[in-house]
């Protein structure tokens, strides 16, 4: 953010509270937006082309409103204040005062286009038009616009009264003074907002395709089951949930929908690329929680999914040999002498690896495979060594059965469950982490959010543990960045080219600008 638009933001000020917020469109998003809006103190207006869907609407927020009460969230005064503020407006000439407009309606370009064109003969010049499109263009939807200044994205989430989340957005031509308006109202609204550039999938959605899409990666690489991918993101990797239960509960339509309208925004870019065994559900109709089945099966009871694979008990190794310095999992050092292992270092550069007695090598995922050293196990990141619950290995067809086990012994030894999975290069959690960290230090470098806003994005938009910014301060420079190149050295098709903005970050010095 420039000092210009720091000042702006500053000096802002949000949509006063006696004055009209409209929302166009009566579904779900707009019914929340509405509600935000009119508990924020303002009167709302809900409009929806469908001939009675904003009378529905209005009772459906005043049924929610009744709920909150009842919950002790909201007064009977405040209710009544609030219903006495909600109007359903039959066409968009009753919404000639709004100080405020935001649309949610279908994502479709050339409607929302003749929508915001039909208002602003209708709106002053002064009232704010906001679009709360999730994968079109902010720029292209004004773009048809007389006064395009004056309008901004508002990405509110679902449900947008309970996630404090708003992704403000503007497009080429939208006014500094605009989007902190925008900014400010969010905040205003008890929300918190963070400011990003029309970007294709503007931050969450940007940032969070390889969530998804290296889980995909790694179970049509036969590496490893839905469950215990699913079990390894939660158990290891700190996210709230597996990419494969979260896509069945978003919908694979709608999971796929937005990876492929990003893939195709930035011209088919293979870092984007979607999956074919999503593709194959989507065909299929398995689009998971709504349909009954997806990734897994679904009744009223809830999921039936198969247990992640879990390694029988095994013994832990005799003694172990430290090569190399193993920062940034030297707490797994602490945790073995803890266990009572006998552990040993040694000053041999061999790499960053331990030896076990059976002379086999148990070594963090770092983009490798056991191709290239044989007897070896890796082991994958996790969020937290210590509180981690469960621990990937990767073993190949190369890995002897006595190292396997002795690994599978130590972890064990360290009180966690061991899921044993294929010999895929980055492993799960890993994979995953580095390229969130390369497309977070991207979009930071070329002008879409600033770091800060970032990992807030991505902690409150998809509740992830860290935002990859601060996961990255914790792994180090370099981290990501050689796990990128040496799976890209695999897999050249660039689907793990590191980005320049990576490789300038990697490769900076502590001081420079590049590495802050």
């Known amino acids: 953010m420039t000092d210009t638009e720091a000042t702006a933001r500053a000096a802002g000020t949000a949509v006063e509270r006696d004055r009209t917020v409209a929302v166009v469109g009566a579904g779900t998003m707009g019914q929340g937006i509405a509600q935000v809006a009119l508990v924020a103190g303002h009167p709302v207006r809900l409009h929806d082309a469908a001939p009675g869907r904003a009378e529905q609407a209005v009772e459906a927020v005043l049924g929610r409103l009744d709920r909150l009460v009842a919950k ?17 407006a039959a066409a968009l000439d009753e919404l000639a005062d709004a ?37 079109l263009s902010v720029t292209a939807i004004g773009g048809a616009l007389r006064l395009p200044g004056r309008f901004v994205g508002m990405h509110f989430f679902n449900p947008a009264p309970l996630l404090p989340l708003v992704e403000v957005v503007s497009g080429f031509a939208t006014d500094i003074a605009s989007a902190t308006r925008a900014y400010e109202t969010a905040r205003a609204w008890g929300k918190t907002p963070v400011a990003c ?5 503007f931050l969450v959605n940007r940032i ?31 996210f709230r949930m597996g990419a494969f239960e979260l896509t069945d509960l978003i919908g694979q339509d709608v999971n796929e929908a ?5 893939w195709e925004a930035f011209f088919q870019d293979p870092r984007f690329r979607p999956s074919l065994a999503q593709r194959r559900l989507v065909e299929a109709g398995m689009l998971g929680r709504k349909t009954g089945r997806g990734w897994y099966a679904y009744d009223d009871q809830g999921a039936h999914s198969p247990e992640p694979h879990t390694a029988d008990p095994a ?42 007695p059976s002379g086999g090598q148990l070594a963090p995922a770092d983009g490798q495979t056991s191709v290239e050293f044989r007897d070896v196990v890796y082991f994958d990141l996790a969020l937290d060594y210590r509180k981690a619950t469960r621990i990937a290995l990767a073993a190949g067809p190369d890995t002897t059965q006595e190292t396997l086990g002795q690994a599978i012994g130590l972890f064990q030894a360290l009180g966690k469950k061991v899921s044993v999975i294929g ?5 799960i959690v890993a994979r995953t982490v580095a390229r969130l960290i ?13 770091e800060e806003d970032v990992d807030t994005a991505m902690r409150l938009g998809v509740n992830y543990p860290l935002g990859p910014i601060e996961w990255s301060r914790r792994l180090g420079r370099n981290w990501a960045y050689g796990i990128l190149e040496e799976l890209h050295q695999r897999d050249p098709s660039g689907r793990y080219a590191p980005s320049l903005a990576l490789y300038r970050h990697s490769y900076a010095d502590d001081k420079g600008e590049a590495g802050r």
């Not at 915001?116 to 038009?129: M, R, S």
């Open 438 to 450: 390369d497309l977070a230090h991207e979009a930071v470098a070329k002008g879409v959010a600033t």
């Open 208 to 238: 969070a395709r390889p969530f998804y899409a290296e889980a995909f990666a790694v179970y049509e690489e036969q590496g490893a089951d839905p469950a215990t991918i699913d079990a390894v993101l939660r158990e290891s990797g700190g």
């Open 315 to 356: 013994d832990p190794p005799a003694h172990v040999v430290v090569e190399g310095d193993l920062a940034p999992f030297g707490v797994l050092l602490d945790m073995i002498r803890e266990a009572g292992i006998p552990l040993r270092e040694e000053d041999e550069d061999r790499g960053t690896r331990l030896e076990l």
């Open 72 to 88: 002790g969230r909201l007064t009977p005064q405040e209710r009544d204040a609030a219903a006495a503020r909600l109007h359903p």
């Open 258 to 262: 937005v990876t492929t309208s990003v």
């Open 99 to 135: 100080a405020l407009v935001v649309e949610a309606i279908v994502e479709r370009l050339t409607v929302k286009q003749e929508l915001f064109t039909a208002l602003e003969k209708i709106v002053d010049d002064d009232c704010l038009l906001a679009t709360n499109t999730s994968s």
């Open 197 to 201: 550039a029309d970007t294709p999938g």
């Open 423 to 427: 010999d895929v290069p980055g492993m």
